[in-house]
């Protein structure tokens, strides 16, 4: 059986195909699969996505869910590397078990929503910054809206984005304070339009069990067709939507364009 799952994952990988593959950890909390060659996804419970890259000399992991006990001994399952733990935003399904960990990396414009309880390092990112885990080589890009200091991280040989909620899985959230305008939120669609121009294919999103697939232009396209149709007042399929959250505005409205949909406050379009 064994056999069979490492046959499996090779043709997987070989087909180009970017679904995960087979899984090779799982607990009570999570599990993780492979999704390409030295890097995997984990998937929580509660539908959060954290992913770990490795490279020659050392690894990454990208954010840290939400109540995942003894997450960096989980981790050490996969890899045995120095890690470097980056958060993609500061909400609590993304930074939820920094804890664990000795230090991490972030936005600095997102330490306004950061759990003040954490007591370790933090180290602030900047747009362009490249962490070089020896043959991989990760870029932060700065992409707010969804949080004032969402990032994304590129491995641009791969191809490959690993984006937190910057564009949502399926829906972005845009709703929730402190509020970002619909022309923020452009403006980043429009930064990772051009990263995908210039080669990045696969955006991996921070809630990887929705969608099982990673993201394309297919989906980035709309979602910045909607935002621009927000902002100019033209759109005509929003509804109120009925999920509301602790940080959210008082009566905020979902809108869609195909794939995309956007969830925002009235109030603050502008």
Request: with cysteine.
């Amino acid at each position: 059986m064994k056999r069979f799952y490492f046959f499996l994952t090779c043709v997987c990988l070989l087909a180009g195909g970017f679904t995960a593959t087979a899984q090779v950890f799982r607990n009570s909390d999570l599990e993780i699969s492979q999704l390409e060659d030295h890097v995997w996804v984990i998937e929580t419970t509660d539908k959060t996505s954290m992913y770990i890259i490795e490279g020659t000399d050392k690894a990454m992991l990208i954010d840290t869910g939400t109540k995942c006990e003894k997450l960096d001994e989980v981790v050490r399952t996969i890899t045995k590397k120095p890690l470097y733990v980056l958060i993609t935003h500061a909400h609590g399904d993304h930074a939820g078990n920094i804890q664990y960990f000795p230090e991490i990396y972030l936005h600095p414009a997102d330490t306004v929503l950061l759990n003040k309880s954490y007591k370790g390092l933090i180290h602030f990112v900047k747009d362009g910054q490249v962490f070089d885990l020896g043959g991989k080589k990760i870029e932060v890009s700065h992409m707010p809206a969804h949080t004032p200091g969402s990032i994304v991280l590129l491995d641009r040989k791969a191809g490959s984005c690993y984006s937190g909620d910057a564009f949502g899985s399926g829906q972005v959230w845009l709703q929730l304070r402190p509020f970002a305008t619909m022309k923020t939120y452009i403006s980043s669609c429009k930064k990772m339009e051009k990263l995908m121009a210039e080669g990045i294919t696969k955006i991996y999103c921070g809630h990887y069990p929705h969608v099982k697939k990673a993201l394309t232009m297919d989906y980035l396209l709309p979602m910045r067709k909607l935002a621009e149709s927000l902002d100019n007042g033209t759109d005509k399929s929003a509804i109120p939507f009925t999920t509301k959250v602790s940080i959210g505005c008082d009566n905020p409205m979902i809108a869609t364009n195909g794939p995309a949909r956007i969830v925002y406050d009235p109030e603050h379009i502008k």
